[in-house]
């Protein structure tokens, strides 16, 4: 079942005598976390934003009813999440909260060979961990490994061909 609320960032800090907190971004980046209007506290509360900025890798918030340097230090350390209703994805791309925990499977036999455990953004492009019987092997999610994604049956498509032997056990 999907998150409606996904963690997006943590307020590290204030900003500033007006009450604005410094937020580290834990999505795609600042600028993505800056567009939006509201965000939520970890009971599902909307902060309505009043303006944000990117200052460096961090996002500069102002919400609505926070107006001093003490009441936005009352916020330090809170994690703010965004509604995922409130974002559109592009085609064949996916939140990575949506790909934890699918099975990674073979395009041509069907055989399983793990849960993604883990998604590391590396900027050229995306690595999959998976992990089975406590090992963890790493693919890259490229085209030409990862075949497809498939949200409603739990699991991704990987071609093994390409990676030749990753999977096999060593004697």
Same mark, same amino acid.
């Given at each position: 079942m999907k998150k409606q609320f996904l963690e997006a960032g943590k307020i590290v800090g204030v900003h500033g005598l007006q009450g604005e907190v410094r937020i580290d971004p834990w999505c795609d980046g600042p600028e993505f976390l800056s567009r939006f209007k509201r965000l939520f506290d970890r009971d599902q509360n909307e902060m309505?934003? *009043? *303006?944000? *900025?990117?200052?460096?890798?961090?996002?500069?918030?102002?919400?609505?009813?926070?107006?001093? @340097?003490?009441?936005?230090?009352a916020m330090k350390g809170q994690i703010v999440y965004i509604d995922r209703c409130d974002v559109r994805l592009p085609e064949d791309v996916y939140f990575v909260q949506d790909i934890l925990g699918l099975k990674a499977v073979d395009v041509d036999s069907g055989k399983e060979y793990g849960t993604v455990t883990q998604v590391y953004q590396t900027g050229a492009n995306?690595?999959?961990?998976?992990?089975?019987?406590?090992?963890?092997?790493?693919?890259?999610?490229? @085209?030409?490994?990862?075949?497809?994604?498939?949200?409603?049956?739990?699991?991704?498509?990987?071609?093994?061909?390409?990676?030749?032997?990753?999977?096999?056990?060593?004697?």
């Amino acid at each position: 079942m999907k998150k409606q609320f996904l963690e997006a960032g943590k307020i590290v800090g204030v900003h500033g005598l007006q009450g604005e907190v410094r937020i580290d971004p834990w999505c795609d980046g600042p600028e993505f976390l800056s567009r939006f209007k509201r965000l939520f506290d970890r009971d599902q509360n909307e902060m309505k934003v *009043r *303006r944000a *900025r990117v200052h460096k890798n961090i996002v500069i918030v102002k919400f609505a009813g926070v107006d001093t @340097p003490e009441q936005a230090q009352a916020m330090k350390g809170q994690i703010v999440y965004i509604d995922r209703c409130d974002v559109r994805l592009p085609e064949d791309v996916y939140f990575v909260q949506d790909i934890l925990g699918l099975k990674a499977v073979d395009v041509d036999s069907g055989k399983e060979y793990g849960t993604v455990t883990q998604v590391y953004q590396t900027g050229a492009n995306d690595v999959y961990q998976i992990s089975r019987d406590g090992k963890d092997y790493l693919i890259p999610k490229i @085209p030409e490994v990862v075949t497809s994604v498939n949200l409603e049956d739990g699991t991704v498509q990987i071609n093994t061909k390409i990676i030749g032997g990753l999977f096999e056990d060593e004697n």
